[in-house]
């Protein structure tokens, strides 16, 4: 149709019509769609719902109401009923959430018989460095299909998806060489056991005892705790551990000689009679040029355990001595120093610890983090307020540790940051500065305040608990006798 000029009533009414036949037209397209979708939903479901009448055959075609000025009406109300209708339909749904909420119970299935009796063939294999669950199966002719059904099981199998180094694996197969069982032997953790039976695979549980030793351990340090140590036979954990008791006391990056000594007992775990690991450290004694540190690890009756010299004062000090572990110093505390980056001598406030990026960076004391950013000298540092008197620094963070942010409370040792080479430098360390009221202070020299000792009440107790644990320290032998966990 063609509009003369002047002909905007007719126009407006022409618009109108077409914008109502348009809705229509939309309106029947998604209701023709949403009904199939509807029946085919409910032909899939239907054998879950007993009783209902079949579905439609054939499903009604919505046809456009004639162009009367009313039609768009009709089609609202259709389109109103099938909302509610919808809405009903997930608000009160009885049969589908009657079966799907019901309990369904599972057959009891009885135990396995253990499977060592049967008369099969056993192939071991110790897991490697980067071997897979599914190399290990094609190692014994078994396919990806096996590995996937072990695995997803049962909760007890999936532990199978995070095997490690040293786990050992048995396979077991029949005269005909068909795979039956299949033995999984952790380093730590019970006895998994895979079994094929009329049923399908079925799997169990074997719980291993463990049994703890005390154990002694004692060093001369030519070179570094952790080359003594290693030759001791302590595990990295352990030699940490000595590193954490006398932490306070002695600076293991700058207060160690040779000639220096130790002395350890410690835990060790034994499952079916094969150490699993060593635990904690029971008592200690380091000889630091003629100085004698001796420290006994005591719960007490409110259930904290730490560690106390034999006279009952804790080792552990309102400040650490160093925020790394077992490093070097490649800067001190000094007033005067040629910068590497500025080319110029300036006061270096601080100290340096050589570090490779990564290594983790602990607080020295309780407190709260008062900065946690970043700008063009420290690079990536934080500053941490102990009480109203000290504050520390830590400079040239690669990465922040876990939540810390400013306003956070940290608690001594906790790692607040990575080393790195941020800021101005010219290779990776960590920066440390100490300050008393603002005033910066040598934290190699520093004396820091004392811990309160035990009281009086509980002294007697810590004595009669800790005198064979100190006794043991004097002894030479290098093996005691074990005793139960």
């Known amino acids: 149709m063609i509009y003369e000029p002047g002909q905007d009533k007719n126009r407006s009414q022409a618009r109108r019509k077409l914008a109502v036949t348009m809705f229509r037209i939309r309106m029947a397209r998604a209701f023709n769609t949403r009904w199939a979708r509807l029946r085919n939903w409910y032909q899939q479901y239907k054998p879950t719902w007993p009783n209902v009448p079949k579905p439609l055959k054939s499903v009604p075609k919505l046809r456009l109401p004639s162009s009367n000025g009313h039609g768009h009406k009709v089609v609202a109300s259709v389109c109103v009923a099938i909302v509610v209708a919808g809405v009903a339909l997930i608000i009160s749904p009885p049969s589908v959430a009657r ?63 995070k095997i490690f180094p040293g786990d050992d694996l048995a396979f077991a197969f029949d005269d005909a060489d068909n795979w039956q069982a299949l033995r999984y032997t952790p380093r730590s953790g019970p006895i998994l056991e895979v079994v094929r039976g009329e049923e399908g695979l079925s799997s169990h549980s074997i719980e291993r005892s463990i049994e703890v030793r005390v154990d002694m351990a004692s060093g001369v340090i030519d070179d570094s705790l952790f080359l003594a140590g290693q030759a001791a036979g302590l595990a990295d954990n352990t ?50 040029r003629d100085r004698v540190y001796e420290a006994l690890r005591y719960t007490r009756e409110n259930g ?40 110029i001598y300036r006061p270096h406030r601080g100290v340096d610890y050589g570090a490779s990026t990564g290594t983790p960076v602990r607080a020295t004391g309780d407190g709260k983090v008062i900065f946690a950013s970043k700008n063009s000298s420290y690079g990536n540092h934080v500053i941490i307020q102990h009480g109203s008197e000290y504050k520390t620094l830590y400079a040239h963070l690669s990465k922040f540790g876990r939540g810390v942010k400013k306003g956070v409370r940290v608690r001594q040792g906790q790692v607040i940051g990575l080393s790195g080479a941020t800021g101005l430098v010219t ?4 920066h440390y500065e ?25 002294l007697e107790r810590f004595v009669s608990m800790t005198s064979v644990l100190s006794a043991q320290l004097s002894l030479k032998d290098a093996s005691l006798a074990s005793v139960g966990p």
């Open 434 to 458: 100490f300050r008393v009221n603002d005033a910066h202070r040598d934290p190699l020299r520093m004396k820091f305040p004392e811990a309160a000792p035990l009281p009086e009440a509980e």
């Open 99 to 161: 079966y799907i909420l019901k309990t369904v119970e599972l057959p009891t299935v009885e135990p396995q018989p253990v499977i060592e009796e049967q008369d099969w063939q056993w192939r071991e294999t110790k897991i490697a460095n980067g071997q897979t669950l599914a190399a290990a199966f094609a190692e014994q002719g078994l396919t990806a299909t096996d590995v996937h059904r072990v695995v997803n099981l049962n909760e007890q199998t999936s532990q199978l998806s």
């Open 239 to 288: 030699i940490m551990q000595i590193a954490s008791i006398f932490g306070w006391d002695v600076d293991f990056v700058r207060d160690v000689w040779a000639g220096d000594s130790f002395q350890v007992v410690y835990e060790t775990r034994y499952r079916d009679g094969e150490p699993i690991g060593q635990g904690e450290i029971l008592a200690a004694r380091f000889v630091n």
């Open 304 to 343: 904290e355990t730490d560690y106390y010299s034999p006279e009952g004062r804790p080792m552990r000090k309102a400040f650490l001595r160093s925020p790394l572990d077992v490093t070097r110093v490649t800067s001190r505390f000094t007033l005067k120093r040629y910068h590497p980056v500025l080319k």
């Open 427 to 430: 290779a990776p360390h960590l």
